[in-house]
């Protein structure tokens, strides 16, 4: 199984998790009730610990706001000599492993920088952002990335991440009528969130910039440049340095 | 080169049993969307359960041999012809180079499995040579296959090689030799209405009373717009007691969503990683390929499964599975 690099975090005990069944080969196991950092948090030091403790019969795990899911093939987890229910038996694996998760979390993680050309064909409602919000179209660069944003979760598409942290005086609207086709790359604003379109696909966000790098690789080692936990910063650039395939 | 599309049909991939590991990175597992016809079309021919197949839809390609080969059909009753003779589907056949191997469109049921011994041979990608119709990878160059398009296979097991050397023999001057054994269909794929067992979602309890009922109650209906990400249904509307704002999380295959218009969706083989409605049930494994075999307009009649029925069958299937391997192996005088 690939693995994402998750930063070190050491010394913080969680408090007991709540799980559910997901269809017949799933777990879901919920960390918190709100989208927050602290959730958030255990999500990552979870996931990180399954990823370093796979047991027989686990196939992935998948982190999200506040749950991790564990999928896991309930054919490896019978044991026919027992008539343990293989769902049951993987709770007890998973609450087991949860009482071995004793750590503090350091202030650790991965700051991946991303270059955006702001503006122009590459951002054609950059306007629309800045209108709507009162605000000059430099001010509207100067605070989308100036923010530091946190990746919760990689989803919807491959290498999509779901970003946190923008800031509420960029907050617009979705457009009325989504484009059919919207570019790889494109950094776009859809209500409370911004985030990166990682594969061509058809959106309603409002598209204020393009980034020359490839969020998904297939086939790479590691395909996905983002994983949950790391943190985003945007950095501006001019078309030219877009052109050039400028590189974090 | 093994194999050269004469015509694609509708929309043929290659496909195997899914790509794991990558859900985190927001990358579907894809794979055939009936799993268990891929595992006996594979066994049929000697391969691994996992070996890459090919995934017809509706109408079927035509394809022209230019190798002697081991090959195996699985799945829906599609009308299958070589070099214009009919050919039985759940046993192995063996054809000879020049032969053309022709499907017609599906009598019953929406999907069939074409498997060659050793495998195709395609890159494998991350893990998996599962076609990602969406983010334009794995399979074949990422994409349905088109007309000129040549397939390779991959060297075959000495299983596989004993199996054909026997039935080429057979053969005699034909162009092919179906073998006299064969497996019987698992999945009845029967057109016109089906039993679909669903285990209770996260949310069952958060529908209203008459939702619930009409669910268990009435019959769902397969829309025009259902495809390998999820088949929609229309029927009754179910509606929560109160409208909930619920935070994205994973979903899994066989998760029946229901998004505000009340008319639920079947996620499938191409879903994505992550979804946000409420879930009213999930298909068990063990039923999913009667899911996977459902056309447009066909109905769906939903009853209650408990989750321990659902993973005992599911462990009963994979010994019933087991048996056959072995059975096939027997019958031709492997062991």
């Known amino acids: ?248 | 080169m093994s194999i050269e599309v004469i015509t694609p049909g509708l929309c043929t991939t290659v496909q195997d049993t899914g790509r794991f590991g990558f859900q985190q990175v927001g990358v579907s597992v894809s794979g055939g969307m009936d799993r268990q016809a891929v595992q006996i079309a594979n066994m049929l021919v000697g391969n691994q359960q996992t070996d890459a197949v090919l995934e017809l839809t509706m109408r079927g390609p035509s394809l022209l041999f230019h190798k002697d080969m081991l090959i195996a059909i699985c799945g829906g009753d599609f009308k299958v012809t070589i070099n214009d003779r009919s050919v039985l589907p759940n046993r192995a056949v063996w054809i000879r180079s020049g032969s053309i191997l022709k499907f017609g469109l599906a009598k019953e049921g929406c999907r069939a499995y074409l498997a060659v011994a050793g495998g195709w041979d395609v890159p494998l990608v991350m893990g998996s040579r599962s076609t990602n119709l969406r983010g334009g990878f794995g399979g074949f160059a990422g994409r349905m296959l088109a007309a000129g398009d040549k397939l390779v296979q991959s060297p075959p097991g000495s299983f596989s090689q004993f199996l054909a050397n026997q039935l080429e023999k057979k053969a005699g001057a034909a162009p092919f030799y179906q073998a006299n054994w064969f497996i019987p269909s698992s999945t009845s794929v029967k057109n016109g209405e089906v039993v679909v067992r669903v285990i209770q979602g996260e949310q069952f309890a958060d529908f209203s009373e008459k939702s619930r009922q009409s669910f268990f109650e009435q019959t769902y209906q397969v829309s025009p717009q259902s495809d390998r990400m999820g088949y929609r249904l229309t029927g009754p509307a179910l509606e929560l007691t109160q409208s909930m704002e619920l935070i994205s999380a994973a979903v899994t295959i066989g998760t029946i969503q229901v998004p505000p218009n009340g008319q639920p969706i079947i996620l499938m083989a191409d879903r994505q990683t992550i979804g946000g409605y409420p879930k009213i049930g999930y298909v068990p494994t063990i039923d999913l390929p009667i899911v996977a075999q459902l056309r447009p307009g066909e109905k769906i009649h939903f009853q209650e499964i408990s989750l321990r029925d659902a993973q005992k069958e599911l462990i009963e299937r994979d010994s019933w599975m087991k048996a056959i391997k072995l059975g096939i192996e027997v019958t031709v005088g492997w062991r």
């Open chain 1, 1 to 248: 199984m690939w693995q994402c690099r998750y930063s070190k975090m050491e010394g913080k005990t969680l408090p007991r998790y709540e799980f559910s069944p997901l269809g017949d080969s799933g777990v879901m196991v919920k960390l918190g009730e709100v989208i927050d950092q602290q959730t958030h948090e255990k999500v990552i030091l979870f996931s990180e610990y399954l990823q370093e403790h796979p047991f027989p019969g686990m196939i992935e795990s998948v982190p999200g706001f506040t749950t991790v899911t564990v999928y896991y093939d309930p054919i490896t987890l019978f044991d026919p000599l027992d008539d343990i229910l293989p769902y049951d038996r993987t709770v007890a694996i998973l609450e087991q492993m949860s009482q071995q998760i004793s750590s503090t979390h350091s202030k650790e993680y991965r700051l991946v920088e991303i270059p955006v050309c702001y503006g122009g064909s590459f951002g054609p409602d950059l306007e629309v952002v800045a209108k709507q919000n009162g605000l000059s179209i430099e001010e509207v660069i100067s605070i989308h990335s100036t923010t530091e944003y946190l990746v919760y979760m990689i989803g919807f598409a491959p290498g999509f991440p779901y970003l946190g942290g923008m800031d509420e005086r960029l907050a617009t609207p979705r457009r009325s009528s989504p484009r059919l086709s919207i570019p790889m790359g494109s950094v776009g604003i859809g209500g409370l969130q911004t985030g990166i379109y990682s594969i061509e696909s058809p959106g309603g966000w409002q598209i204020i910039g393009r980034t020359p790098l490839r969020l998904f690789q297939a086939g790479e080692s590691s395909p996905s440049l983002l994983c949950a936990g790391d943190k985003v910063r945007f950095r501006p650039i001019s078309e030219r340095e877009y052109d050039n395939g400028e590189k974090v």
